[in-house]
């Protein structure tokens, strides 16, 4: 019997996924620049997210070129993994302007007595989808917990499957339903109530008594899918009351809320800081004695893909987390650091956010977003009378239920 080709039995899978709809296939993108103007259709982007149009900042261009040529060689290739020769003096340089940019810490306080927590590091990765995958397959432990909004990005599904092998086992992973505080709350107060059964349990018997592990929860500021924010303030007041109904079992030690800001890095708070950031500064601004949002969200994610028109993320956390990811996240060890041409454009992408350019294109990107999300945005501001109703994101989401492929 003759074996059936490699070529034919792939042929045959994806023929499959052809006649289900979800075949997919690579379209080359037309720029503006190079597109023939009479094509309406090459004139909007409706479809990247170059939320800026930084991309095409002469700004970004100029400063690039200049970084280039002000740059000792070598130039290109960073030559191996950070943990080789890849750690060049510029991606010394990005992480500290990163670490030091994104800081809480250089966010003025109205209240002398709040001291930013020391818990700043950056550390660099080749995408924001090796940092989650990094992240969440080492850091989560066997005895730790993660809570999960359930339409985070695949790249967390993917960290907390490599993770099952050797850490925090499936039946500790449990998912929320889609920005629902409720919801988290409930999930939250069901292992409360099963850790304080146990530990009645061993308080009757001599075992020892249940030693809690960490509670992840791992959001996203602004989902890409629906273009809707988490209600992290909301998150922030449910984790406050939970603290202070069950002060050992919820607190800051023990919970380390985890926030992908892909979609938001560049585009919200101050400079193009973050949501979180943004959080932070407005809960400073009121004079708050109590910085709980710093204090629960622990690690954030930026990446540069998106609205910083360059490529690669870093995560912001404590340096041990810095640390214990050199040590143990295969992505980062096993693969060559980002070329240094990439860390000037990074550079070069953050010297345009901060700059007046930078401010201009946050304002207008939500305008956008209600210039082209039709009607149903525009009744919507209209019912409510609120300009920013219903265009939180630079991006809409359009559900088509009607549709023949
Ligand atoms: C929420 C979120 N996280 C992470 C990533 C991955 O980032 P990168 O494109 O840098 O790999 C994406 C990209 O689509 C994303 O949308």
Redesign the pocket.
């Known amino acids: 019997m003759t074996a059936i080709s490699l070529d034919s039995r792939l042929h045959t899978i994806l023929e499959d996924r052809k006649g289900k709809g979800t075949f997919r296939s690579l379209k080359k993108h037309v720029t503006r620049e190079n597109s023939d103007e009479s094509d309406p259709s090459a004139k909007i982007d409706f479809s990247s997210n170059d939320y800026l149009s930084i991309t095409r900042s002469k700004q970004l261009k100029r400063r690039f070129l200049q970084r280039v040529q002000e740059t000792p060689t070598p130039l290109f290739g960073s030559t191996g993994s950070r943990l080789l020769d890849g750690t060049t003096p510029q991606h010394a340089t990005l992480e500290d302007r990163l670490c030091t940019f994104f800081s809480y810490g250089s966010i003025p306080s109205r209240c002398p007595s709040v001291i930013p927590p020391p818990y700043e590091s950056a550390l660099l990765f080749n995408?924001?989808?090796d940092a989650?995958v990094s992240f969440f397959s080492t850091v989560p432990q066997k005895t730790d917990y993660i809570i999960y909004d359930e339409l985070v990005?695949a790249?967390v599904w993917d960290g907390m499957r490599a993770n099952e092998r050797r850490g925090v086992p499936i039946s500790r992973r449990k998912a929320f339903r889609h920005g629902n505080v409720a919801d988290l709350r409930r999930i939250l107060e069901d292992i409360v109530k099963a850790e304080n059964a146990v530990n009645r349990r061993a308080s009757t018997s001599t075992s020892a008594p249940h030693r809690p592990g960490m509670i992840f929860i791992a959001i996203?500021s602004l989902y890409?899918m629906d273009g809707d924010l988490a209600p992290l303030p909301q998150m922030i007041q449910a984790l406050n009351e939970l603290q202070s109904l069950h002060p050992t079992s919820i607190n800051p030690a023990r919970v380390c809320v985890v926030v992908?800001e892909?979609?938001t890095t560049g585009i919200y708070g101050s400079q193009g800081r973050g949501f979180v950031y943004d959080m932070v500064e407005r809960e400073r601004a009121r004079g708050s004695r109590e910085n709980k949002v710093e204090e629960w969200v622990q690690v954030r994610l930026m990446?540069f893909?998106k609205g910083m028109g360059s490529q690669g993320?870093v995560l912001l956390a404590s340096s041990t987390i810095r640390s214990f990811l050199i040590n143990y996240a295969r992505p980062f060890i096993f693969s060559t650091a980002m070329s240094v041409v990439n860390v000037l454009a990074i550079e070069s992408a953050f010297d345009v956010i901060e700059s007046n350019e930078g401010e201009q294109g946050r304002s207008i990107a939500p305008s956008s977003t209600i210039e082209f999300s039709g009607n149903t945005e525009r009744e919507r501001i209209k019912s409510t009378g609120d300009p920013t109703a219903g265009c939180q994101a630079p991006y809409f989401s359009l559900t088509i239920t009607d549709i023949t492929l």
Do not use: L, P
């Open positions: 995408s924001g989808f989650n990005h790249s996203e890409s992908d892909a979609h990446t893909g993320a």
